[in-house]
């Protein structure tokens, strides 16, 4: 007898791909704000271990350090669509939030083909990203978050 790959509850009734995700903003921000922690959590250790001289690091934690660089990268990159995403259904994203978002992955991208086998070049490139990504949390995603929280909860007088 063989084990069988069917799911061992009955299948959820047929859904729009999308409506998997539609939950309520609050529920969405939530999901964006931990994502963002995280990113953030893994751009702070990066630096961290970028601190560190090449001499101080193993042959694996060298390649681990490359390897969650471009993690981050990747990150970085569908945060952003899923926000933009989200925010775009609530109306939410104007066109230079959008625009901020395309240029920081493409600047990001490109300076990560340039300094990803030069180890000692990758820090100011972090630093830059973890100075962008700090600032747009506070600046450009806060304004578009409570635009997106006012839409949800009415105002109260």
Known sequence: MTASLAPTCPAP???????????????????????????????????????????????????????DCELLLRGVRLHLRLEERWLGQCGCLCPSHRAAHGEAIAAAAARWAVVEKLRSSRLPWLMDLQQWFHGHRRGADAIAYARAATLVTPTKR
Request: hydrophobic share 40%.
């Open 13 to 67: 009734p047929a859904t729009s791909p999308q409506s998997v995700w539609l939950g309520p903003w609050p529920q969405r921000e939530v999901l964006l704000e931990r994502q963002h922690d995280r990113l953030e959590a893994l751009l702070a250790d990066l630096v961290d271990r970028h601190c560190l001289v090449d001499a101080e690091r193993s042959a694996i934690e060298l390649l681990a350090d490359c390897r």
